[in-house]
């Protein structure tokens, strides 16, 4: 089992309790040891008061169990409006919700896909994406390299008050 494996399933084991989602585990190497981000989401959302609290009780439990040979840098934050898509339960939750899927086999002529997802189909493993303008797409699990939500962060107000605004420029 891998290090990103192995400090996903302690920090699932030691969250579930506290009805706390890993959204998911990244880990790079740095010039300052490995970098281990942690993304986490609750009902009602997370709050940097959360996220510190949990860093900290995190770090704790890697120290006790010395989970991570050698220097690294914890960070544990809210996934954001853009929240990665890790698990296939997550294709159901966010259904009706506009999303980017990459592919590392194309499908339909291409590699990165958007649409608004429509569920999985779990007889054939595969989330259900719609795509504007074309026929439902079927996307195998197992071609999926990476996928997002595409949320807008601006509330239709503000889109509608930036889209109105003129562009004028002084001569």
């Known amino acids: 089992m891998d290090q990103r494996t192995r400090i996903l399933?302690?920090?699932?084991?030691?969250?579930?309790?506290?009805?706390?989602?890993?959204?998911d585990v990244e880990t790079a190497g740095s010039s300052r040891g490995l970098l281990v981000r942690v993304l986490v989401d609750r009902p009602g959302g997370i709050t940097l008061d959360d996220c510190a609290r949990l860093?900290?009780?995190?770090?704790d439990e890697f120290e006790a169990k010395d989970l991570i040979a050698g220097r690294y840098v914890l960070?544990?934050?809210?996934?954001?409006?853009?929240?990665?898509?890790?698990?296939?339960?997550?294709?159901?939750?966010f259904s009706g919700e506009s999303a980017e899927i990459v592919t590392y086999e194309k499908i339909d002529g291409r590699h990165k896909h958007l649409g608004?997802?429509?569920?999985?189909?779990?007889r054939k493993e595969a989330v259900l994406l719609e795509v504007e303008g074309g026929e439902p797409l079927a996307i195998p699990l197992g071609t999926i390299r990476k996928a997002n939500l595409r949320r807008d962060p601006w509330p239709e107000s503000v889109r509608r008050a930036r889209g109105s605004r003129s562009t004028k420029r002084k001569q």
């Open 9 to 23: 399933r302690e920090v699932e084991s030691l969250l579930e309790p506290a009805e706390t989602e890993v959204v």
């Open 55 to 59: 860093s900290r009780a995190l770090g």
């Open 75 to 93: 960070e544990v934050s809210s996934p954001g409006v853009d929240r990665p898509l890790r698990r296939s339960e997550d294709y159901q939750k």
């Open 116 to 122: 608004t997802l429509s569920g999985l189909d779990s």
